[in-house]
């Protein structure tokens, strides 16, 4: 008897299961939605597309422009690198006397003077020294520090006055040059002059 | 800005699927703004993917639409999973004993928050079952399942949702 009844009762929620699954799923849209949809899908789409070909476009260029300037900054320092004197370490010196490769390798053209000439007595050797400075054209290794903190690069002016120092260096060495031709010697005949008439001689005092 | 003209297919497919898109949505997020905010969304993508080789696309679509309403869902943080205790709600509830006793909101509110607690699996398998429009097959296919793992899942739910009317309405349910 039980059962019987049993049955009906789970027949009857069931059917109640159904309907009330079906009500609950069963919604029904604001009229339009077609409507809406298209008007966005029509709205958005091109805007959509353009965004990314901008997005790429930006992508490509901001990588272009990151490129170059890497490239610019890692040859700039290259150069300031190579550019940098070397006046900390003293075997790191550039001695002004020592002929570079072009010098060893170009003839001098600089104009001999004659022997008679006193001004031009410095040997074509010695031209070739002062006009053409000593250049580091390969890079070094930069060199130890000997003190903390490191001491500052010399400025221009201070190269261009080490230069200046250099070159009176070489005045001095081409002074004393074996090579230069001997000065004349100049002989300074006695002054004499002759006392003027009425004149008492000089061993009388004056009066 | 100006409006262009959607393609002729996705034209087509909207005005052919978009009453069973939203009610997958509503369905699963319960609110006919986000159910509609679903709606547009789904015809965004399936516009950007294009239809070139898509065989079914009434499943592709609802997979689409169920993907989206889960994710919306999450999204907003619905408390489903909380505990339903039937002593609370024992006596709110009253199952019409004939079909044409129309069920109550108060009724449906209480059967939303009994299956919001059923495991994620019987819950998404009752819930597109429920659809008039869906048939066992294809939520399989939404869903990435075989019919007859649908068929038990829908089963189960059933019988979990009928025990808990029956502690809150006070009827006996055998099988």
Redesign the interface.
């Known amino acids: 008897m039980g ?1 019987e ?3 009906p ?2 027949e ?6 159904d ?9 029904e ?2 009229s339009g ?2 409507e ?13 597309q353009f965004a990314w070909w901008q997005v790429w476009a930006a992508a490509t260029a901001i990588f272009v422009i990151a490129l170059t300037l890497s490239l610019s900054y890692l040859r700039r320092h290259d150069q300031v690198v190579n550019e940098q004197p070397h006046s900390v370490s003293p075997e790191h010196k550039i001695a002004p006397n020592q002929p570079t490769m072009e010098q060893r390798q170009a003839p001098t053209q600089a104009p001999v003077a004659s022997g008679r000439d006193a001004t031009c007595c410095v040997s074509t050797e010695m031209v070739a020294k002062r006009t053409l400075p000593a250049v580091h054209t390969q890079p070094e290794p930069l060199p130890k520090l000997a003190s903390f903190p490191a001491p500052h690069p010399e400025t221009r002016q201070e190269r261009l006055l080490a230069q200046l120092a250099g070159q009176s260096d070489i005045v001095e060495v081409a002074s004393t040059s074996t090579n230069s031709a001997p000065l004349k010697e100049l002989s300074i005949p006695e002054l004499r002059v002759d006392p003027m008439e009425g004149t008492p001689p000089d061993n009388t005092p004056l009066e | 800005m100006t409006a262009n003209a959607v393609a002729p297919e996705i034209e087509a497919l909207v005005r052919e699927h978009s009453r069973l898109v939203f009610r997958i949505a509503y369905s699963v997020v319960r609110n006919h703004a986000d159910a509609e905010d679903v709606v547009q969304e789904v015809f965004l993508r399936v516009a950007k993917h294009g239809v070139a080789g898509i065989a079914d696309a009434k499943a592709w679509i609802s997979r689409i639409a169920w993907r989206a309403s889960v994710d919306r869902n999450r999204q907003f943080d619905r408390k489903n999973q909380e505990e339903f205790d039937e002593r609370v709600h024992a006596g709110h509830i009253h199952l019409p004993g004939t079909e044409q006793e129309a069920i109550s909101r108060e009724t449906l509110t209480l059967l939303d928050r009994m299956i919001a607690t059923l495991p994620k699996k019987e819950r998404d398998a009752l819930l597109l079952i429920s659809l008039e429009e869906m048939s066992s097959t294809e939520a399989a296919k939404v869903l990435g399942t075989t019919e007859t793992s649908i068929r038990g899942r829908v089963f189960r739910a059933r019988q979990k949702l009928a025990e808990k009317l029956q502690k809150v309405a006070g009827t006996k349910y055998g099988r």
């Open positions: 059962a009844n049993r049955r009762e789970s009857n929620l069931d059917r109640w299961l309907r009330a699954l079906r009500e609950r799923a069963n919604a849209p604001q939605l077609e809406r949809v298209l008007a966005r899908l029509a709205m958005r789409s091109p805007k959509q």
